[in-house]
């Protein structure tokens, strides 16, 4: 066979590749691209026919760059923690004591009002050993401080929360080891207060510095401790008398979880 101008064969094969390129569809067998109904206007969100995907007014939950509360007693607890340098949050489980602390701890962090969270939480099981748990002290803690890490999850991007911790802007702060601290320019969550004896709030208490704020936040009846040292409901009944603390009491009808919780609470 003679020898083919170069020209030619490059065209040669330009027309093969075409051929191939137009009949692919045909012959493959993998998934296939379609054009998405819609066009430039389409946004993952809306309804699709072919995927029933829900439309956003379906969704029930999602996540929202500002907390509202749910009842009177929640906008009441908001606003003690805006105006008050001292809130205490007592309560059934669900009524958004612990969340709605963590949201305006973030807040005020975010605007500049503090310089940094402060995070602690009685280490008592409930109703059950762990034993000796390994690491160093923050991996000792993280098991009772789970609730507080999924409020910040939901506040803070993973990245942004994994910098704050390692740089100390927030702080896990045993209880144990508040003795004989001042904190200044901060905002302080005691989480699960019930679980604290009345020498162990006095102390904590006393660690409120200058421009700080300070919520603690329990259910009196939800105490793993034997009711008589359990110091929570005692020191509120004695904070209501002072000007600038505030006690917000919230109720079954503030649960903001399943229904079926505000109804166990009144049968349990």
Request: glycine share 8%.
């Amino acid at each position: 066979m003679g020898k083919r101008n170069p020209a030619k064969r490059l065209k040669a094969a330009s027309e093969v590749r075409s051929s191939a390129w137009f009949d692919e569809p045909a012959r493959s067998k993998g998934p296939r691209l379609h054009a998405i109904e819609g066009g430039r206007n389409w946004h993952p969100d809306d309804a699709h026919p072919v995927t029933n995907m829900e439309s956003p007014q379906e969704r029930t939950q999602r996540y929202q760059k500002t907390v509202k509360p749910r009842s009177e007693n929640q906008a009441q607890l908001m606003t003690a923690m805006d105006t008050h340098a001292l809130v205490c949050a007592l309560g059934p489980a669900g009524t958004g004591k612990t969340y709605l602390a963590i949201c305006k701890a973030v807040e005020a962090l975010q605007k500049g009002r503090v310089s940094k969270i402060v995070l602690s939480r009685p280490a008592v099981e409930a109703g059950e050993q762990l034993g000796f748990l390994p690491g160093g002290m923050e991996d000792k803690l993280a098991p009772y401080l789970r609730p507080l890490y999924d409020a910040l999850s939901d506040r803070l991007s993973p990245a942004q929360l994994k910098h704050m911790l390692t740089e100390g802007v927030i702080e896990i702060a045993p209880i144990g080891f508040m003795r004989g601290r001042t904190l200044n320019n901060a905002f302080i969550v005691i989480d699960e207060a019930q679980n604290c004896t009345y020498t162990q709030l006095k102390m904590l208490l006393t660690r409120l510095g200058w421009h700080s704020t300070m919520v603690i936040t329990g259910d009196p009846n939800q105490t793993d401790l034997l009711p008589e040292f359990s110091g929570l409901a005692k020191a509120a009944d004695k904070l209501e008398a002072l000007s600038g603390a505030s006690v917000i009491r919230l109720e079954a009808a503030d649960v903001v979880r399943h229904p079926l919780v505000a109804e166990m609470l009144d049968i349990l």
